[in-house]
């Protein structure tokens, strides 16, 4: 009897570049549960005067937030950021939606990303 063929980890990935909302779909399977490791990235370009700049990110998991937290932009002239991680379990057939949102005041979004590989 032949044995399946293993098909390769899932890797999905949405970079919006400057753009403040990034949306990824994971879909579903039928045949097997899956565990991703589920990580955004903030980067933003801070001015080199930074008088009250601050950057923030939200992220929802299903229409529902998991986590928020603004900072004070730092590294004047350079680039600071946010980042994320969260390991997610999903049942055979079960979707997930990953939501990322940033704000800025005083510095500017130089790139928002998503992204969710399976873990074996």
Same mark, same amino acid.
């Not at 400057?18 to 949306?23: I, T």
């Not at 994971?26 to 991703?36: A, C, I, T």
């Given at each position: 009897?032949?044995?399946?063929?293993?098909?390769?980890?899932?890797? @999905? =990935? =949405? &970079?919006?570049?400057? &753009?403040? *909302?990034? *949306? $990824? &779909?994971?879909?579903?399977?039928?045949?097997?549960?899956?565990?991703?490791?589920?990580?955004?990235?903030? *980067?933003?370009?801070?001015?080199?005067?930074?008088?009250?700049? @601050?950057?923030?990110?939200? $992220?929802? $998991?299903?229409? #529902? =937030?998991? @986590?928020?937290? #603004?900072?004070?932009?730092?590294?004047?002239? +350079?680039?600071?950021?946010?980042?994320?991680?969260?390991?997610?379990?999903?049942?055979?057939?079960?979707?997930?939606? /990953?939501?990322?949102?940033? +704000? *800025?005041?005083?510095?500017? /979004? #130089?790139?928002?990303?998503?992204?969710? =590989?399976?873990?074996?």
């Amino acid at each position: 009897m032949k044995q399946p063929v293993a098909a390769a980890p899932e890797h @999905w =990935r =949405r &970079d919006v570049g400057a &753009d403040s *909302v990034a *949306v $990824l &779909d994971v879909p579903g399977l039928l045949e097997r549960s899956r565990v991703f490791e589920v990580d955004v990235t903030l *980067v933003v370009d801070a001015p080199t005067a930074l008088q009250g700049a @601050w950057h923030e990110l939200s $992220l929802e $998991l299903d229409g #529902r =937030r998991q @986590w928020c937290r #603004r900072v004070d932009t730092r590294n004047p002239g +350079q680039t600071d950021g946010l980042d994320y991680h969260q390991q997610v379990r999903l049942a055979p057939d079960q979707g997930l939606r /990953i939501r990322a949102v940033a +704000q *800025v005041k005083g510095c500017r /979004i #130089r790139q928002l990303l998503v992204e969710a =590989r399976e873990e074996r």
